[in-house]
């Protein structure tokens, strides 16, 4: 099956700070989102990106997908963007599509 | 506001006593999936449903039974629960199987003694 490595693992930032994370998927994908796990459990979406760039306030993503690769960035950071963001793709099986997860970036911001 | 919602969010029970987890999406979504956490191994894709009365089996279905009944509610049914099944449990939908975004309920912690 594909094979979804996000870097780095953890990452810690003092508030204000940007950042850089990244996604690799080993083989042609049709969905790739990005998502925030908070500290209380909850998956938030952030942006569905199978392709191209997107901005959303602070956050921004792009995705190769010739390259087989996704960035997430986040800028002037701050303590609620703790938790670990996820990068999960989809590809087209048997008629499922399900969601590979990554293992996830784990960003702690100090204040 | 589009969401999808779970019930119960937190549950403790003891091994074979049966429980169900309900899911719920407002947005009209034809595709439907429950999913699981544990540390160390991710997030695993349990059953999902392409459609009302379409459902199939994702890579961990063992202990597990689910129906669609209406196309907003898509539960999980343990019917005998045992304690490898403490776990985080996500319910999800998006609007289709083959792309879309898809959407995550809030979560139910479930532990099984």
């Known amino acids: 099956g594909i094979q979804v490595e996000q870097s780095p693992p953890d990452l810690i930032l003092q508030e204000g700070a940007n950042s850089t994370l990244r996604c690799n998927f080993s083989?042609?994908?049709?969905?790739l989102q990005w998502f925030h796990q908070n500290p209380w459990g909850q998956l938030i979406n952030l942006f569905y990106?199978?392709?191209g760039t997107k901005q959303n306030g602070r956050l921004s993503a792009t995705t190769v997908a010739t390259e087989r690769y996704s960035l997430l960035y986040i800028s002037s950071s701050q303590t609620t963007d703790s938790g670990v963001y996820f990068c999960?793709?989809?590809?087209?099986?048997?008629?499922?599509?399900?969601?590979?997860f990554g293992k996830g970036t784990r960003l702690s911001v100090i204040a | 506001e589009a969401q999808v919602t779970q019930n119960p969010r937190y549950l403790i029970t003891v091994t074979g006593k049966k429980l169900t987890v309900t899911c719920s999406q407002n947005?009209?979504?034809?595709?439907m999936s429950w999913y699981r956490q544990d540390p160390g191994l991710g997030l695993r894709q349990i059953y999902y449903?392409?459609?009302?009365?379409?459902?199939d089996k994702g890579d961990v279905p063992e202990g597990y039974k689910v129906s669609r009944k209406e196309k907003r509610n898509f539960p999980l049914i343990l019917e005998s629960p045992s304690p490898n099944q403490t776990s985080l449990y996500f319910c999800?939908?998006?609007?289709?199987?083959?792309?879309?975004?898809?959407?995550f309920g809030p979560g139910t912690r479930l532990t099984v003694l």
């Open positions: 999800a939908s998006r609007g289709n199987w083959r792309t879309d975004t898809q959407y």
């Open positions: 947005m009209n979504h034809e595709y």
């Open positions: 083989d042609s994908v049709n969905n």
């Open positions: 449903s392409m459609n009302v009365e379409v459902t």
């Open positions: 990106i199978p392709s």
């Open positions: 999960a793709v989809g590809v087209y099986s048997s008629g499922n599509t399900p969601l590979v």
